[in-house]
């Protein structure tokens, strides 16, 4: 949700290592929010992990705002859903997602229905048919919108992998 990654681009692969998909207990600092909205940004959390796990691009870009922005390590930023759509296409086409472990660090409400967080991730992937898995691991950092049916989407995200 978070970023363009680069490499082959794994924006989001999901579960654990061992290819789960629940989520990972963190350290995670939450600052300010209802009990509904950090309901509703874990919601968005969850649906990531499983859309990214299948790669399932209609639902990774549906957690976009439609005037989402994202920045990678490598300009042009993505501007739009379908944008962003089209690039994960392009950036996944060959690739199978084997795990994704989310890690939110930091997540802060602020007024209006906006809320700011960054975490790492970690994922492993294969990148060719028969191919060895990769592990990669990457930073996110993302502002995210509460629309007014009380769903999150990501609006602004910028992040790296390693």
Known sequence: MLSRDGGPD??????????????????ESV?????????????MRQQDI???????QV??????????????PVPPAEVGKQAIRESNERQTANIKVLSYVPEPKDLT?????????W??????????PGGAPVHVRGTGL??????????WKGFRGAGFYE
Do not use: M, Y
């Open 10 to 27: 794994v924006h989001r692969p999901v579960g654990r290592e061992s290819g789960s998909q629940g989520p990972v207990a963190s350290a």
């Open 31 to 43: 600052t300010g929010g209802s009990a509904a909205d950090r309901a509703g940004i874990e919601k």
């Open 50 to 56: 499983a859309a990214t796990l299948s790669l399932d």
């Open 59 to 72: 639902a990774l870009a549906e957690l976009w705002t439609d005037d989402a922005v994202r920045l990678g």
């Open 109 to 117: 409400f602020l007024d209006r229905g906006w809320a700011v967080g």
């Open 119 to 128: 975490g790492l991730w970690t994922g492993s992937l294969v990148t060719s």
């Open 142 to 151: 993302g502002v995210i919108k509460k629309l007014p049916d009380g769903t």
